[in-house]
């Protein structure tokens, strides 16, 4: 079977190049074609820890909100605090509907002063926005850019992105980021027009160094491949996409992979990036960061029944690919949770997978079971991020 792009599973500007350098499986992602692994993900995972890589990462839509209230918006719809996000400043802003379930955990970008991109994970942020905007009157424009993300990841990431762009990148400190054109020279006629105009971020969705290139110009796609691939072949740059197995060992969230629909920013593992904290500073501050799903969000911590996603090591041989959520059970045979994602890490030599368990379950270095490839097997809990090094 093949899958067919058009208007409703998009392509992105590099899928070509992607193909291209050895991208073999796919999956669907906020409706768009993310190129997952090539045939040699031993390879992608050495490009990614020890030189650098490049990841078709262009289904990472943006929603723009843009208007006299956008700010306003921004800080409403976010359970992180905004306000003091200042243009050229990026920041991971979870996003919570009215009951304190994740709805998306974006990264917020302020790009001026009345334009903010949330740089989305997969669920339908651009209808969600319109409808709280919508709803509440809020003076905005809510639009999907011809934005397009390009990631460099890895210890070398920086050497590829200077050699790119020029030697100012080095000073790019985390989460900022800046607008620039490369001049494009010696590009085919009639592609030299106007460059190659990009956002770049220092970001990106590993526990490496990395940029993101935010390309404006979805014409320009394989121009800013081919300028990064040739750039980056002396440092060792491979073809790569966002890594299981390397972001399971530094524990980055995947939305909609590791949650389910009624999973809270707690129980998901990034609670430390939901402003609740500035309620201890008095009713005001408290009542000037109002957002969606506070109250639930204060109710559900009190409450005791949060369950809680926490690292599993298991026993026996690499197993197979997690297909779909696997029962988690107690000694005794009782479920006790899901196994959402699982690979075999090289860092650790070990098995490591991410479940979402139900208290007291999730307490560490409790002994559990969980069935792969047709035999039980032992599963220990660990806090997150795993902390297996010897
Ligand atoms: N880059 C861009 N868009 C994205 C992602 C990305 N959209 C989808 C998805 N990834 C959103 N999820 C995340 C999750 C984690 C981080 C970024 C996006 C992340 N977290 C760091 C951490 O947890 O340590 C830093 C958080 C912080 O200090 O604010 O980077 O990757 N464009």
Redesign the pocket.
Known sequence: MELIVGPRTKITPFTDRAVAAGMTKAMVYNHTVLPISTDDPAAEYRALTEAAAIWD?GC?RQVQIAGPDAHRLMTYLCARDLRDLRVGMA??APMCDHQGRLVN???ALRIDETTFWL????SDVLLWTRAVAGEGGYDVEVTEPDVW?L?IQGPRAEDVVAAALGDWVRDLR??RFVHCVHPALGAPEGQQAAGIPMVV?R???SGQDGF?L?LTDGAKGEQLWDLLWEAGQPFGLGVGAPNNPERIESF??S?GGDTDADTDPDEAG?GR?VSLRDDDDGPAASASHDFIGKAALRARRASGSQRRLVGLVIDGDPPTPLRAPRSVQSPDGHPVGTLRALARSPRFDANIGLALLDPPWFEPSTDLQVSLDGANRVATTTSLPFNLDK
């Not at 740089?119 to 997969?122: F, G, P």
């Open positions: 990462v990472e920041r991971y955990d974006p990264m740089s989305i994970a997969d993300p990631a985390f989460f971020c970001s990106g969705w993101e935010f980055l969230l939305f990034i990036f």
